[in-house]
């Protein structure tokens, strides 16, 4: 670990230029799968009162097999700090603007359970003040000398005592990215930053999920009933333990107090999980809604501009910044681009910003004015070639769906892959999709688009429950149909993916057409039924999506599962999927590749040994390496794109009207 004082512009050379810029001269070179694992992720940006930026940014280091996360400080008075470390996220400003308090795992080994709250005063090393066992969630600061922190908090027995078993009464027995949760709850707890000593202060049976410091007391909420995700309780306690009922009956994802208005991102559960999510003022007791005119789904509160909240929401493809009050929603940032996340304090706001030819880089605005901060990922652009997709949407039934492709040099006829989001309340758009750029580099036309039930439009066009498969595959389909009329695609060489529900959307599209000459499937679902079983969410998330539960609506759940409808598959289909995805359990691939083995179909399946839901982005640096290699190898010999060479099939055909 090491704190470092010095010019910025000294730091991007000596970290961030490619290992090979000094042999390219300013050619621009095609794009490689040893970029993409270069490019940096910025994590979070944090304002204090005085103005300083800390900004969180992850960069993998690949021999290590490790990302190294750096904090980086910009001081008002121009001083520029650099804290280099392993895990660490949440940066938090003190009241007083002379601390900086994060989580982090520094120092900590491969087996060592939890993370820490470490607090640095702007010189010096950052020194630990407390330990979770069961980690840190999340942290805030009460005054300059004490934080609130959210720890998993396990109940009496849930730890076997010699480690070899865990014991729980509780739905869900483990979490995507978390693991083992069963009888674990969150609680609060004050840390006195001098001493080190940790009191918990709450003792809530179900876990809370968020909180907010309002004045000298702390605002949290939970759920009513642990077997359902919503409604949630919202609360507030004080530091003595004095606490009082404030709101409920909404589903909230964000409280956030401003000059003692407690803010809330809630819905009232209009249409399900699917709800968008609103801004409202909590007062007397009541919510009073200040975005529902907007009817977008709004992903943050991302702090106070001039006393206002100020927020991020997605709109048709874009993310934008807004401020929203009485009067309205006044957007700050609105381009061809995506906020990522964004933090404001007094008439400062910053952001993390990318497009799709630009990777994230941080920007402050002003007064009106708008500045660029980090050049981070700047080498990309200059060094590779980048596309911009065209944008190309299409009318169906009545509703304009919006989509993209993305076409690479050259005037003959190529392969074609079509990308589908996750979800379902995804959303693609002007995204800076390194996968996608990393294909257009290989030679394919990508395409892309956010059929019925993604985000980023009104809350009917989100609602695609009971219809998964249907609606979003004739939308997606006749997308398709529009950029094989205008592009130069082969048709004999069309390829099919998508992550999570584009998984589970690719697993359908094979059993319904036979256009696709290959398809690959990762992290999704296949069997419905399973999935209610398993899933950390299925038994509150497929009631909601598919209707009723595998005990009373067994023929829906059938329906809906393509593992049980490969009969008449012909195409090809690659399966990928990470041990620890406990979102989408890896019985799902397992239960496609088993349908289609045994019914004579050509599949494979690659299963990593680690990884969570999220595993083609967050997953280890050589697993995503890996991932690529395997994907793009596997569509290229299924594509017959070999030497240049070319592979025809006479056997395309339609099983549902294409």
């Not at 990215?177 to 049976?205: A, H, N, P």
């Not at 501009?305 to 609105?334: A, E, H, N, T």
């Not at 909601?544 to 599962?561: A, F, H």
Request: aromatic content about 10%.
């Amino acid at each position: 670990m090491r704190g470092l004082k010095t010019n910025s512009t000294e730091i991007c050379l000596q970290a961030y230029i490619p290992y090979n810029a000094s042999q390219i001269g300013g050619f621009v070179r095609r794009l490689t799968i040893d970029d993409v694992i270069r490019i940096a992720r910025i994590t979070d940006v944090r304002l204090s009162q005085k103005g300083d930026l800390a900004i969180i940014d992850l960069v993998a280091d690949v021999d290590k097999n490790k990302y190294v996360s750096e904090i980086r400080v910009l001081t008002s008075a121009g001083d520029e700090f650099y804290l280099v470390g392993e895990g660490d996220s949440s940066p938090r400003w003190s009241p007083s603007s002379n601390k900086l308090a994060f989580i982090s795992r520094r120092g900590a080994g491969k087996d060592d359970k939890g993370s820490g709250i470490y607090v640095w005063g702007l010189r010096g090393e950052p020194r630990r003040v407390a330990w979770f066992r069961d980690g840190v969630l999340d942290l805030e600061w009460l005054d300059d000398n004490t934080l609130v922190a959210l720890s998993a908090t396990p109940r009496e027995g849930f730890y076997d005592p010699d480690g070899d078993y865990i014991s729980t009464d509780r739905l869900p027995i483990w979490f995507d990215g978390r693991g083992f949760i069963g009888s674990l709850t969150g609680q609060l707890y004050l840390v006195d930053i001098d001493s080190g000593r940790v009191r918990r202060i709450t003792d809530e049976e179900n876990s809370i999920q968020g909180f907010s410091i309002c004045g000298n007391a702390i605002c949290y909420y939970t759920r009513e009933e642990w077997r359902r995700p919503f409604p949630h309780v919202v609360k507030r306690i004080t530091p003595g333990g004095s606490q009082d009922l404030i709101l409920r009956g909404y589903a909230v994802s964000q409280l956030y107090s401003i000059d003692s208005e407690l803010y809330m991102l809630g819905h009232r559960m209009s249409i399900g999980i699917a709800s968008h999510y609103r801004l409202w003022r909590i007062l007397d007791g009541d919510a009073h809604c200040l975005s529902c005119s907007l009817d977008k789904n709004i992903h943050m509160i991302a702090g106070d501009l001039d006393g206002k909240p100020l927020v991020v929401y997605p709109d048709q493809g874009r993310i934008v910044l807004s401020v929203i009050d009485s009067k309205g929603p006044r957007d700050l940032v609105r381009r061809n681009g995506v906020v990522i996340t964004a933090n404001a304090r007094g008439g400062r706001a910053a952001y993390v910003y990318a497009s799709p030819t630009q990777p994230p880089e941080v920007y402050v605005v002003e007064n009106g004015s708008e500045k660029r901060i980090t050049r981070i990922n700047e080498w990309v652009s200059r060094e590779a070639k980048l596309y911009e997709p065209i944008y190309e949407p299409v009318e169906i039934n009545g509703r304009r769906i919006d989509g993209w492709v993305i076409i690479p040099e050259g005037d003959s006829r190529k392969p074609l892959i079509l990308y589908i989001h996750g979800g379902p309340k995804g959303m693609y758009g002007y995204y800076f999709n390194p996968e996608m750029q990393l294909m257009a580099s290989e030679g394919f036309i990508v395409a892309f688009c956010n059929p019925r039930g993604s985000d980023g439009y009104d809350e009917e066009f989100a609602d695609i429950r009971g219809g998964y498969g249907e609606r979003d595959y004739e939308e997606i389909m006749t997308f398709l149909d529009n950029i094989v009329r205008k592009y130069p695609v082969d048709e004999d060489r069309m390829a099919v993916t998508g992550i999570s529900y584009g998984g589970y959307m690719t697993n359908v599209v094979i059993t319904k057409t036979h256009r696709f000459r290959a398809a690959v499937s990762e992290n999704g679902i296949a069997d419905w039924i399973a999935d209610y079983w398993a899933s950390d969410i299925g038994y509150y998330f497929n009631p909601d999506q598919i209707g009723g539960t595998p005990i009373d609506n067994l023929e829906e759940y059938i329906r809906k599962s393509p593992a049980l409808h490969v009969a008449s598959v012909k195409t090809p289909l690659l399966l990928i999927h990470s041990m620890e995805d406990y979102r989408c359990f890896i019985d799902q691939s397992l239960a496609m590749h088993t349908a289609m083995v045994m019914a004579g179909k050509d599949s494979r399946i690659v299963v990593f040994t680690k990884g969570s839901h999220g595993h083609s982005i967050a997953g280890e640096p050589r697993h995503r390496k890996k991932r690529y290699e395997i994907k793009i190898s596997w569509l290229k010999e299924k594509l017959g794109i070999k030497n240049g060479g070319r592979e025809s099939r006479d056997t395309r055909h339609t099983i549902q009207g294409h």
